[in-house]
């Protein structure tokens, strides 16, 4: 009887294997590339690798991104052990600058109707054209680097070179036909049916996609991923970075208000991890740093504006150096906009804001003993060297500095000690 049933146990233990490997995944890129879409495709291959699906697909819709994030990605791939099939869609998406390397780098590509690639020809950081020596140099090695992807792939390495050097830009139509990637299809399910048979080149082994009838699994972001993609973008690292420093600097000002220096503390450990995961310029970080260190000297110091001025400087210098130019993929930048706006915001915090909250500190007393302070008054008792005098409406003890004083004469608080004013003859 045992006998008779091991076949059935053993195909019942294999029916998880044998469901997973008719599984498809499927991740979604629809912004810049960055290390939180190169952590989520590297997990999705991994994924698709131990559950041994038939494919992952990557659906892609980028204008671009780091250089060092599209490496990631494309070495992922092309030591993938399952087959990625990159997926431009949906219709009007673009795989732009990076998004280029990415689909050329798949095993298999497509492109949803209504979709484009190409225009990777690198710029400044700023957008703007390069000098002549820095885009040779840049240009050389993104050139380069598409041709080793497109002729280990088989496609066509000269597009590609256009694509880098011109921005030449294709529909998906003039794509297949141009040999850039291997298909159109209107919607997931036809892209399965459409590779479904193909043979896939594996390291040294061939792999024949079983995926007519494969349903897909769609692997999302996780939680720290989409929070490392929030933070990914220059602009909002650099608002909380300088939340960061706003928090902590009115707790230094104002101890035990608690609030502004826990939000403070965190907002600058965001902002500096976020920042660290960006081609980071540790001097336009410094010059940031020195700028608020004048901002904060002008309000102990009379200058005369001028470390106002010299703060302001090297705020905007420091804002604008903070992102290093990635020539080869531009999208990354800090706008002009966000800048000014927070320099002016800086500015205002630190002469307005923390300036009258220091000049509060620093005014005399009004109230309680410590305001009678510099007061004056008149003898009522004569002071040998004690006696009492009017000071505020009220009668206090006191005792003379100055000797012996007659009534009705004027004098001056110079200290309290018992509830015994210390006077001088005025």
């Not at 979604?28 to 939180?36: C, K, L, R, Y």
Request: proline share 4%; aromatic share 6%.
């Amino acid at each position: 009887m045992v006998k008779r049933l091991t076949p059935f146990i053993f195909l019942f233990l294999l029916l998880p294997v044998l469901a997973s490997a008719q599984k498809v995944l499927s991740v979604t890129i629809d912004g810049s590339i960055n290390p939180a879409s190169a952590s989520y495709i590297e997990r999705g291959i991994k994924k698709a690798e131990k559950e041994n699906a038939q494919c992952l697909i990557i659906n892609l819709n980028t204008p671009g991104g780091l250089l060092k994030s599209t490496r990631v990605i494309v070495g992922a791939i092309m030591e993938s052990r399952v087959p990625v099939v990159v997926y431009v869609n949906p219709p009007g998406a673009h795989a732009g600058s990076a998004g280029v390397f990415i689909t050329m780098a798949a095993h298999i590509a497509a492109m949803a109707p209504a979709t484009n690639i190409g225009a990777a020809h690198p710029v400044s950081g700023n957008g703007a054209p390069m000098d002549t020596t820095m885009n040779r140099k840049a240009t050389n090695d993104a050139v380069a680097f598409i041709r080793t992807i497109a002729e280990k792939r088989n496609r066509n390495a000269d597009w590609a070179e256009e694509a880098v050097r011109n921005s030449e830009s294709v529909t998906g139509i003039i794509a297949v036909q141009k040999q850039v990637v291997d298909m159109v299809a209107t919607s997931t399910q036809e892209l399965l049916k459409m590779i479904d048979g193909r043979e896939v080149q594996l390291g040294r082994k061939t792999a024949s996609l079983k995926t007519a009838t494969a349903p897909v699994e769609y692997v999302e972001m996780t939680l720290g991923e989409d929070l490392m993609n929030i933070f990914s973008d220059p602009n909002i690292a650099y608002i909380i970075l300088m939340i960061g420093f706003y928090g902590v600097l009115f707790e230094l000002y104002n101890p035990g208000a608690i609030f502004p220096g826990v939000v403070g503390g965190i907002a600058l450990i965001i902002g500096l991890y976020a920042l660290n995961s960006l081609p980071l310029n540790y001097a336009g970080l410094a010059l940031i740093l020195f700028g608020l260190i004048l901002l904060i000297l002008e309000i102990k110091i009379t200058s005369h504006g001028l470390l106002t001025i010299g703060g302001v400087a090297s705020l905007v210098l420091g804002s604008l150096m903070l992102i290093r130019e990635d020539p080869t993929f531009p999208l990354l930048k800090l706008s002009l906009l966000v800048i000014f706006t927070t320099v002016g915001l800086t500015v205002l915090f630190f002469l307005f804001i923390l300036g009258a909250g220091v000049r509060a500190l620093k005014l005399k007393p009004v109230t309680g003993v410590e305001g009678f302070i510099g007061e004056t008054g008149v003898v009522m008792q004569e002071l040998n060297p004690l006696g009492t005098v009017h000071v505020h409406g009220e009668i206090w003890q006191a005792e003379s500095v100055s000797g012996k004083i007659e009534k009705g004469e004027a004098i001056r608080v110079l200290s309290e000690k018992g509830f015994c004013l210390k006077v001088e003859r005025v």
